[in-house]
């Protein structure tokens, strides 16, 4: 089978690999579709925790099962997506239930091999059926529950306003599921043209450029005085987390769903003052999945509005770098193996 390896960061390389042989309650899967992510691109740029060289990217996925062991609920040919986060059922967190944040966690693509190669084998215990979404969308359940994990972390109630910082696709998704949580969603960037598609896309009421003057003054405006009860970033930009703690409201909620190198600094009395909450969002859950494909099902999330470039699997090594340019206006690249 052919594969595409980030051998250092900058370089990518097609080879020739053998096809996984079938273990014991697991699937092989064809690949079929690979959305490109944030932890895909800064991988390339070396910008990624938790990461290593070489390795295979790919874990927004989408596939057909070509294989299968130790299942009854799944059949052959059937379209599926799959839960990219590998845990071990043993640790502190497995145990809370909380295998998102696994103390052994092997996020396939990061920690293991992932899935830009024709065929990759998973556990059958991490598959999702495609309830007949298409390949495009498939591939884009796991960024979009990303999001909707953040916004089940954050408990987001109706008709509170939540600032989601970051335009990006996980921002955007963060957006949808708010929004679908009840939420008066603001959005906060410094790209305009992403604003543009937050208001036009995505019905976002608010939506504020972090370059164009005093920020919290306008988050002011717009929440009457308050500030947001919800802060949710999604950058993944030091500069930008350490700055959105001026933005809290009392009482507020801040979740970190971006992730970053450094360290984050605050003032402790402003903090302090608000009793405020600062937590992190990682990965997601069953039952963040489960939401997400529902959403789309029910016509409430539109995920292929987030598709704005589609490549053959071997025009990737060609593009990648192009998908780090800004000017090129890429929110979410869509790789086709059919």
């Not at 002011?220 to 809290?248: E, L, R, W």
Request: hydrophobic share 40%; glycine share 8%; charged share 20%.
């Amino acid at each position: 089978m052919k594969t595409l390896t980030c051998t250092t960061p900058g370089q990518l390389q097609y080879a020739e690999a053998e096809k996984p042989v079938l273990a014991k309650n697991h699937a092989l899967l064809k690949i079929k579709r690979i959305g490109i992510c944030g932890t895909d691109l800064h991988a390339f740029e070396s910008t990624q925790p938790f990461f290593s060289y070489p390795r295979i990217l790919g874990h927004e996925l989408a596939a057909k099962i070509v294989e299968i062991d130790g299942s009854t609920e799944f059949a052959l040919g059937e379209a599926v997506t799959f839960i990219p986060y590998f845990n071990c059922g043993e640790c502190i967190a497995c145990r809370s239930n909380k295998p998102n944040c696994c103390v052994k966690m092997q996020v396939c693509g990061v920690h293991v091999d992932g899935g830009m190669r024709e065929f990759l084998q998973v556990p059958v215990s991490t598959l999702l059926h495609g309830e007949g979404l298409s390949y495009d969308e498939l591939a884009l359940v796991e960024p979009l529950a990303i999001g909707a994990h953040g916004v089940r972390r954050a408990a987001v109630q109706k008709d509170e306003f939540v600032l989601v910082i970051g335009a990006g696709p996980i921002g955007l998704g963060t957006m949808e599921f708010a929004r679908i949580a009840g939420a008066n969603v603001i959005a906060l960037d410094i790209n305009d043209s992403r604003l543009e598609f937050c208001k036009d896309r995505l019905n976002v009421a608010h939506a504020v450029n972090a370059l164009d003057g005093d920020v919290s003054a306008q988050l002011a405006a717009i929440t009457d005085g308050n500030m947001p009860t919800v802060v949710i970033d999604a950058t993944g930009s030091q500069k930008a987390i350490n700055n959105a703690f001026q933005y809290m409201a009392h009482g507020a909620r801040f979740v970190l769903i971006g992730l970053q190198k450094g360290d984050i600094s605050f003032s402790h009395p402003e903090f302090h003052k608000r009793e405020a909450t600062l937590m992190s969002s990682r990965n997601a859950t069953t039952e963040d999945f489960e939401h997400v494909i529902r959403s789309m099902k029910q016509g409430l999330v539109k995920p292929t509005t987030y598709i704005t470039h589609q490549v053959a699997f071997d025009q990737v090594a060609g593009e990648f770098a192009n998908w780090l340019d800004p000017k090129n206006g890429v929110i979410k690249a869509m790789v086709s193996m059919d």
